[in-house]
């Protein structure tokens, strides 16, 4: 027995228990690798299911896992092989894809075409007439790991640089050194994208390239993700006297030059310089490396570490995706503008306020 089928076996007596717990409810496997008219087209199994008195044949697709690009080319498919059984058997047929996870965007496509859907998670939408059953549960966690991941580190790297570079086509080589990253997570990186339907592609092969398609969807994920880790950014709060923060944000610039430290400036500091939104604001945040440089500047400026009343906020920052495409404005260098409207999303105050002015009038997004 390979590992493909027994995983697939595992999924399908998944299902298969799932629909047994269910209140006067009754499932039993009639088929498995079902033929069709002998045209070589087949489903990985059929289950007769009984439920309030209705009884409901279910046509089942089993994968792995299922994002966006998946649903669609498996619906043709699958409406023309229920479409094929109704007429042999008369009988009402549901067609359902079973997978150890699905995607959000996935169940969003299969449901809106009236396509079933289990996954090992516990989600279950069978649409039958008189027996419509629908149990939403989140995304089992490997799933949702694997999303996650694209969030992160190098592969964040790439999303930045897609949105960026949103109205451009992109090979794997020519992003990948836009992102600073190796091309194989440049392509690994795509790859996701891709399936999720956030990027589209043209070519073939080494000449194939990508841009994305769906900035919204792909932000909008990235802005879940933040929220769901519910982390403010790490950062020591100092105040430091003398001088309004225009003043000083140019006199940590010139320091910060002249001793080679790289530096940008984020959040309300950052915003107000791109797009103007607030009538003040009362600190500045900026991001630096973690170098002795800093603690003399801030040894050099009288700076005093607080618990409140802070009007600098120093957010250490060890790896060089946050600094990627950052601009020069007014002579102080910004964080980039998606940098920005992210790190904003875990401020305080206004600032997820302004981060939606920011995406609106900056992004377009």
Not at 28 to 54: W, Y
Not at 103 to 113: I, K, T
Not at 160 to 176: N, P, R, Y
Not at 185 to 202: D, F, G, Q, Y
Request: neutral net charge.
């Amino acid at each position: 027995m390979t590992e493909r089928f027994e995983g697939e076996r595992k999924t399908l007596d998944a299902l298969t228990s799932a629909l047994e717990s269910l209140p006067h409810a009754h499932a039993e496997i009639s088929k498995v690798e079902h033929p069709f008219n002998g045209m070589g087209r087949t489903i990985d199994a059929a289950i007769d299911l009984e439920i309030a008195g209705k009884e409901v044949v279910l046509l089942v697709e089993i994968k792995k896992a299922v994002y966006p690009r998946d649903v669609r080319q498996l619906l043709w498919q699958m409406r023309d092989l229920r479409n094929t059984y109704i007429h042999e058997r008369k009988t009402q047929v549901v067609a359902l894809v079973a997978a150890d996870s699905i995607s959000q965007g996935a169940r969003a496509l299969l449901q809106a075409e009236d396509v079933g859907f289990f996954d090992t998670g516990g989600s279950l939408f069978i649409p039958a007439k008189g027996a419509y059953l629908y149990i939403d549960r989140p995304v089992p966690k490997t799933f949702e790991k694997s999303v996650r991941t694209l969030f992160t580190g190098k592969r964040s790297q790439v999303l930045h640089a897609l949105l960026i570079k949103q109205d451009e086509w992109l090979g794997v080589t020519g992003l990948s050194h836009i992102a600073e990253v190796s091309p194989a997570t440049a392509s690994e990186t795509l790859t996701m994208l891709e399936k999720m339907e956030w990027v589209s592609a043209r070519g073939q092969g080494p000449s194939k390239e990508r841009r994305v398609s769906n900035a919204p969807g792909l932000l909008n994920e990235w802005k879940t993700q933040i929220q769901a880790s519910r982390r403010q950014l790490p950062r020591r709060r100092y105040y430091v006297p003398g001088g309004d923060l225009s003043a000083l944000a140019h006199r940590i610039a010139m320091h910060c030059e002249g001793e080679r430290i790289e530096y940008a400036l984020t959040q309300e500091a950052a915003a107000q310089r791109y797009a103007p939104f607030l009538s003040s604001y009362s600190r500045l945040a900026i991001r630096v490396p973690p170098v002795r440089g800093v603690e003399q500047m801030l040894a050099d400026f009288d700076a005093r570490p607080v618990t409140e009343g802070a009007n600098v906020d120093i957010l250490e920052t060890k790896t060089q995706s946050e600094f990627l495409f950052k601009e020069k404005v007014d002579n102080l260098w910004l964080a980039s503008p998606v940098q920005v409207y992210l790190d904003l999303l875990r401020g305080e105050g206004r600032a997820r306020d302004m981060a939606e002015h920011i995406r609106k009038e900056l992004l377009r997004i």
